[in-house]
């Protein structure tokens, strides 16, 4: 079984400060892992993928295998940034599964 | 199209009717899925189809929930006398064959069981 665990339903940040939302996971097998994001009003589209090892918008994550975590971060947030994001797990039978979701609120 | 469909996008139903809801994914992508997302409740998955099949319906909350895919393109999934708490978006998202790489979502439908 797959799952994936956001311990975070809401978070708040000054503009400008660091923010990390936490994912962790639970897969025997390699996962792939994404970070999506939902702005308001806006479908739910992909942010970034732990493969691409890229930074999307000032955001990244790393797979970390040990802690079986894949954590978002931004060093400075922006107002912007305010939207929820789903930590998600693509398995071996690519059934892509989902967190329950963090609500990032960023304050003037 | 350009982009997944699905209609209607508000459905406001009786207890106890049946309600039938639609996706039309991105023309060619071969996987498609069936999400519910409830107020406080992140996404549930429902159902997952290859083609046509479904290999995982596990998500299915019960047995008043069924789903199809025909062609290897739209699908329609079906509530059977509606319950209140089957008030959610249900989203559907598609990806491409071959790696999983990135699914995209249609912009949901609302269903209101009143």
């Known amino acids: 079984a797959q799952r994936v665990t956001q311990p975070e339903k809401l978070l708040s940040v000054f503009k400008g400060a660091p923010v990390e939302l936490k994912c962790n996971y639970s897969y025997s097998g390699s996962p792939e892992l994404f970070w999506y994001v939902q702005y308001s009003r806006q479908r739910l589209q992909l942010l970034l993928r732990?493969?691409s090892r890229e930074s999307i918008k000032g955001f990244t994550a790393d797979l970390n295998k040990g802690e079986t975590s894949f954590h978002l971060k931004k060093p400075f947030a922006q107002e912007e940034d305010s939207a929820m994001y789903y930590c998600a797990l693509s398995g071996s039978a690519r059934q892509l599964t989902f967190g329950s979701g963090t609500q990032l609120t960023v304050l003037p | 199209g350009a982009g997944v469909s699905q209609s209607p996008s508000n459905k406001v139903t009786e207890k106890g009717k049946d309600v039938e809801l639609r996706c039309d994914p991105i023309?060619?992508?071969?996987?498609l899925y069936w999400y519910r997302q409830s107020l406080g409740q992140g996404l549930e998955f429902l159902i997952y189809f290859q083609g046509n099949s479904a290999p995982d319906k596990s998500g299915l909350p019960s047995d008043r929930f069924s789903a199809e895919r025909t062609g290897g393109s739209v699908s329609t999934l079906t509530i059977q006398r509606t319950q209140q708490e089957d008030s959610a978006v249900y989203l559907c998202a598609s990806t491409p064959t071959g790696v999983f790489t990135e699914a995209f979502f249609g912009q949901g439908t609302r269903l209101t069981v009143v």
């Open positions: 732990h493969i």
């Open positions: 023309s060619g992508h071969t996987a």
